[in-house]
């Protein structure tokens, strides 16, 4: 078997995508789609789910002993400061790039336009309801941005880690590094513990991430032989529009920060970022694939474990590009299909909404698609609609979920990758042999 370790992690995460996807899409042609759906439910699904499972053990002892490792590397909280407020402001910036890109094309494809919104079944109507009810979202603008703030702060820090509330977590562990850099010489024994800690979760990372190419073969296969390619014959021009936007997004927004704003080569950096796509592509999951962007940011980029260790985990929560472009299109999609006149204060409305409903969304599969509520009401979409909306979409997102997962990883690693860049803790010749590969 050592021939098999012998290739690229990426190489053999991508072979597995492939052929999960051909053995779903054989196995719909072969037996049919209920019973294809049935085949892979009984097997693919399982290992895909114990796959998935795996990743997220790692989650949140990662996030935790990393960060707090991360803050002691730096010794000094002030370098924290400027680390997160850079992080921040791209991360922001980013994602109003991304809204914008996405209504752009959805104003130019006109996804909603003279859809028939009767072919929603009675069941994904009475599902859409259960779940917008269980799951009400804050209506304001206002009271969305104080409830981002006040979900950061951790009235039980144990019960934030039990229940995997990362934002929490990171507030969390920043604190409880600082806590152990203001200690000094007592500090230190922890400190030690910390980083021993960190180390053995990056070792034990790179141990489950060898298990990637088999977990996203199940997975694809699940996905292919459950949903095949229904959605484009139900949501083409929306799933055209969506993975068109998520791509320019990455290409023009991420490959303008690599190449025009530090000057590295972009092959390089999307060469890098692969494995983490692919796993991001069939988990749809930004938590899930944290760990495998840490092992990326750190193996194939180059970038410090401090920088890694801090931007990625809060990126993994705070920076969603793909969840604020799809919110966007989403609002466009159900104003097209309602036949709602859109007004210039509309657009700038939805930016705004659909920024801050992005922010510290749970990095789950589907779950952007229940907070679209809180974006429909500015475009006058009544609760009755809105539950309509999201009836039509839902059996058909993880499909898109998939491409926004991808978008928001990429944004992830490359924000990180020029704070490192601007922080000097950035291995230009780790970065660049990716160059050479």
């Known amino acids: 078997m050592g021939w098999w370790f012998q290739i690229d992690l990426w190489k053999r995460v991508m072979v597995g995508l492939a052929l999960g996807a051909v053995t779903g899409l054989l196995l719909r042609q072969v037996l049919g789609a209920e019973a294809a759906g049935a085949n892979v439910t009984a097997w693919a ?48 910036c980013t994602t109003l790039i991304a809204v914008s890109i996405g209504l752009l094309i959805g104003s130019l494809i006109q996804p909603g336009a003279g859809f028939d919104t009767t072919t929603v079944a009675t069941a994904d109507l009475e599902s859409a ?88 073969f199940a997975l694809m296969a699940w996905v292919m032989g459950d949903r095949g390619l229904t959605i484009l014959a139900v949501l083409g021009k929306m799933t055209a529009s969506l993975y068109i936007a998520c791509g320019l997004h990455i290409l023009i927004t991420y490959g303008f920060i690599i190449k025009g704003l530090l000057r590295l080569p972009v092959f390089a950096f999307f060469r890098g970022a692969v494995d983490a796509q692919a796993v991001a592509f069939s988990t749809s999951s930004s938590n899930a694939t944290l760990p495998m962007t840490i092992s990326c940011a750190t193996k194939n980029l180059g970038i410090g474990k401090p920088i890694a260790s801090s931007v990625l985990p809060l990126g993994a929560t705070i920076n969603m590009d793909g969840t604020a472009l799809y919110q966007g299109l989403i609002a466009l999609f159900a104003a097209q299909a309602l036949g709602i006149e859109m007004t210039v204060s509309m657009y700038f409305t939805i930016a705004l909404m659909a920024t801050l409903v992005s922010i510290g969304t749970a990095g789950i599969p589907s779950v952007s698609l229940f907070l679209a509520a809180t974006t429909l009401s500015v475009v006058g979409v009544s609760p009755d609609q809105t539950v309509l909306i999201i009836a039509l979409l839902f059996p058909f997102d993880r499909i898109l ?3 926004r997962t991808v978008t928001n990883i990429t944004g992830d690693l490359a924000v990180a990758t020029a704070v490192a860049k601007w922080e000097g803790e950035l291995d230009e010749l780790v970065f660049r042999a990716r160059d050479r590969i």
């Open 401 to 403: 979920d998939m491409m």
């Open 45 to 92: 699904k399982p290992i895909g789910d114990a796959f998935i499972n795996l990743i997220k053990m790692l989650v949140v002892p990662l996030i935790f002993t990393t960060l707090v490792s991360g803050v002691l590397a730096m010794g000094d909280p002030k370098k924290l400061g400027s680390l997160g407020g850079r992080a921040l402001g791209m991360y922001m």
């Open 129 to 216: 309801r259960s779940q917008l009810s269980a799951n009400p979202q804050p209506g304001s603008v206002g009271e969305q941005l104080m409830h981002t703030i006040l979900s950061i702060i951790p009235t039980n820090p144990v019960a934030a880690m039990a229940q995997g509330d990362v934002l929490p977590i990171i507030f969390f562990a920043i604190l409880f590094g600082i806590g152990i850099l203001m200690s000094r010489d007592a500090g230190k024994p922890l400190a030690n513990v910390m980083n021993s800690a960190a180390e053995a979760m990056m070792k034990l990372t790179l141990i489950v991430m060898e298990t990637a190419p088999f977990g996203v």
